[in-house]
């Protein structure tokens, strides 16, 4: 019995393969919303606004992504905890472990507890760098310049439109942006597959990842739409705020430095 759960969780949950379904898809979204409500109940404790976290974060996001991206192409080695929820759940405990002592700091010294965060998630992210020992430019530029594009129309857009004059939520949809690049790039120009149960549906139906940038935009303007105009708390607001962030940066970044990393 205990042998056939073990089984059916290392299929289903702890991947040494690729491949999401449904179930692992409901289920991992689950434990991420009553994530995302403990850490609510940790910034209002520690008396802090997520907001202020969207920056100094990116390098812990790039830490989880570019480890997974160097076992995606055999540079470390296929282990629990380097794969998917493992790195995920490695970096968001270092991660909040950081930006408890930052804050403990600041109140001892001074100290910006954001700069703080900002070094140590800088730290953690050098050996990895380090690790990439080449660099494909071309699909660097592909991916890079198609976000550039994407992203400088909503910028534009941004003039006229409240929702997108906020530069938080112009950068959460430019994460997704450039999420959905690097997904069209290697699935469209060289035949990397997608893992995501909806976006596998919709490709087959449209025979093409540029299918992810439609989806992308609708569902991320819609969801800081119902944020802006019916979250009334502050933290919870910019709480749901950066969880969509991490969501479009963290896998953009992965596929964005897969394909780089192995073409």
């Known amino acids: 019995m205990l042998s056939d759960i073990s089984e059916f969780i290392q299929q289903n949950f702890l991947y040494t393969h690729p491949g999401y379904t449904i179930l692992n898809t409901v289920v991992f979204g689950i434990i991420l919303g009553i994530a995302v409500i403990l850490i609510i109940k940790m910034f209002k404790y520690i008396k802090k606004d997520p907001k202020d976290l969207f920056i100094p974060l990116v390098p812990f996001i790039f830490f989880g992504s570019s480890a997974r991206a160097l076992v995606d192409n055999g540079i470390y080695p296929l282990v629990l ?91 959460i949809l430019s994460a997704h942006l450039f999420d959905a690049s690097a997904t069209f790039i290697a699935i469209d120009f060289y035949g990397y597959g997608e893992q995501h149960v909806l976006p596998t549906a919709l490709m087959n139906i449209t025979g093409t990842a540029a299918v992810m940038f439609p989806l992308k935009i609708g569902v991320i303007l819609a969801a800081l739409y119902v944020v802006d105009e019916y979250v009334e708390d502050n933290t919870i607001k910019n709480m749901l705020k950066l969880a969509i962030f991490i969501l479009g940066l963290a896998p953009g970044l992965r596929d964005f430095l897969s394909l780089s990393i192995g073409t």
């Open 81 to 171: 905890c380097l794969v998917t929820p493992g790195i995920y759940i490695l970096t968001g405990f270092a991660a909040i472990a950081t930006l408890l002592l930052s804050v403990y700091v600041e109140r001892k010294t001074k100290f910006d507890y954001r700069y703080f965060i900002l070094i140590v998630g800088t730290v953690l992210c050098i050996p990895n760098i380090l690790s990439i020992n080449h660099l494909n430019w071309v699909t660097f530029f592909e991916v890079v310049g198609t976000w550039a594009v994407m992203t400088s129309i909503f910028a534009l857009i941004g003039r006229k439109w409240a929702l997108l004059k906020d530069k938080f939520n112009l950068g």
